[in-house]
């Protein structure tokens, strides 16, 4: 029976590192304790993530995926095909979130009700807000039928609006992220992270950029990134 640490169950379920370890203090969630470590069992872990309706994705799991989902689609394609939305109203997250779905004219309005119903699900089990007034609200896990690419809306909010975010501060953009497949969402994920993690490109996002230079700036990112990993760029 495979052991998994705090840091891969995190990755596995799509949630962060303090939101194990809140689950671990209220008892929510199997551990085996040994000392001060904490373990957790691969099949077990399966087992409560299904029973919670809940995505549980380990490294081992994703090799399939990489097989049927080869080129994943680049951050810049899904921001694009999303597209980006000013002056969302709302006091609060779940408001937010509703302006945020009806702007969203790109899904029929029955699928934009299914959407509305799963981001407020995902959210009531942990806040998607990343910190630094940023939030990246998405379903439990993907939805049959659509989207059939990745698409990332991004929603910029009338005012700041309060959705518990690790580091307590006010969301001022979500962006709203929905994935045909498990891959495609973590690819999407870590690469919006780590354009997220830079100082410069959150004060950017304050000034409330328009899709092409919010596009522009997010390629660049990309650049570096497929650079790094000595990945050729799509023409």
């Known amino acids: 029976m495979m052991k998994l640490e705090i840091d891969e169950v995190a990755l596995s379920l799509d949630v962060s590192r303090t939101t194990v370890e809140r689950w671990i203090r209220q008892g929510r969630i199997p551990i085996r304790r040994k000392g001060e470590t904490c373990r957790f069992d691969q099949t077990v872990m399966d087992r409560w993530a299904q029973s919670h309706s809940l995505i549980f994705s380990p490294p081992d799991d994703r090799r399939d995926d990489d097989e049927r989902d080869a080129d994943p689609e ?58 630094r007034g940023v939030a990246i609200p998405h379903p439990r896990a993907p939805l049959p039928g659509f989207p059939e690419s ?41 690469r919006l992270s780590y354009c997220l993690r830079d100082a410069d490109f959150v004060d950017f996002l304050k000034t409330r950029p328009g899709a092409p230079d919010l596009l522009e700036k997010v390629s660049g990112f990309e650049r570096r990134l497929d650079a790094a990993d000595g990945r050729p760029r799509p023409a």
């Not at 899904?78 to 997250?93: K, L, M, P, T």
């Not at 910029?156 to 001022?172: E, G, M, N, T, W």
Request: with cysteine; hydrophobic share 45%.
């Open 74 to 131: 680049t951050l810049t394609a899904a921001i694009s095909a999303g597209g980006v939305f000013f002056d969302c109203e709302g006091d609060a997250a779940p408001a937010a979130l509703r302006s945020a779905v009806d702007r969203l004219d790109f899904l029929p309005a029955p699928d934009r009700e299914i959407l509305y119903e799963k981001l407020l699900e995902r959210e009531s089990l942990a806040s998607t807000g990343v910190g």
């Open 150 to 190: 990745p698409v990332i809306a991004t929603c910029f909010l009338k005012k700041p609006v309060h959705f518990k975010a690790v580091d307590d501060r006010p969301v001022f953009v979500m962006f709203v992220l929905l994935s045909p497949s498990v891959k495609q969402h973590l690819h999407l994920l870590s």
